[in-house]
């Protein structure tokens, strides 16, 4: 049940799922500001983002988006990647903090689930299926090498300074052939194959 249909069906749980739905974007790039600063960078700290105020945070698309679909954003965490200690270590370290994050809160949510502390059944296991199947959709598609996206940048820390230029030349088109492609459904089978991979590692723990 997406979280959309979820407010028809039972608006309490939606209500319920929204702060942390909400809080799964934030606490994504608030993760890429921590690790940032932990490599050498204080840009998201200097502009005060390393913080859980949503206000700092939210965008209206990537709510609307996350809320509708099932995947969204917040607004990046400013990072200069120039300033970290070492550069290439650093961009894979800050670009994965935020799927790590994903990853953690979906395996939570699940964890949780699988205590059996309610009942699976009942309104709070729905929320915290939702809750587990949105972050591995937001880790899943971070994961897409395609600028913006996490992806790219983990991808730059291992190709070429000539493959990195070609890449972030093409950053400030990539949001546009992202949504035509989801458009065309062309990254369905890129996802889903990220979201099974994500499922099995954490399968492999629980």
Not at 78 to 90: A, E, H, I, Q, T
Not at 119 to 130: C, D, Q
Not at 165 to 170: G, I, T, V
């Amino acid at each position: 049940m997406g979280p959309i249909l979820m407010l028809f069906k039972n608006p309490g749980a939606f209500f319920l799922l929204m702060i942390p739905l909400l809080y799964s974007v934030i606490i994504h790039e608030v993760a890429h500001g921590w690790v940032a600063e932990k490599m050498g960078d204080t840009t998201a700290r200097l502009m005060g983002r390393i913080t859980l105020n949503p206000i700092k945070h939210l965008d209206p698309i990537g709510t609307l988006m996350l809320l509708f679909f099932g995947f969204g954003w917040a607004k990046p965490v400013p990072v200069n990647f120039s300033n970290l200690r070492d550069y290439r270590k650093g961009m894979i370290l800050v670009s994965a903090a935020g799927i790590t994050a994903n990853i953690t809160l979906a395996f939570l949510a699940l964890l949780i689930i699988k205590m059996n502390i309610f009942s699976p059944w009942g309104t709070m296991a729905a929320i915290l299926s939702v809750l587990a199947r949105i972050n591995i959709i937001l880790a899943a598609f971070n994961l897409i090498p395609i600028p913006p996206l996490d992806g790219s940048k983990i991808l730059m820390g291992f190709v070429s300074n000539r493959v990195q230029y070609q890449l972030m030349q093409l950053e400030p088109y990539g949001m546009f052939i992202i949504l035509g492609l989801l458009f065309f459904g062309l990254l369905n089978p890129l996802i889903t194959f990220f979201e099974q991979i994500i499922v099995t590692i954490i399968n492999s723990i629980l």
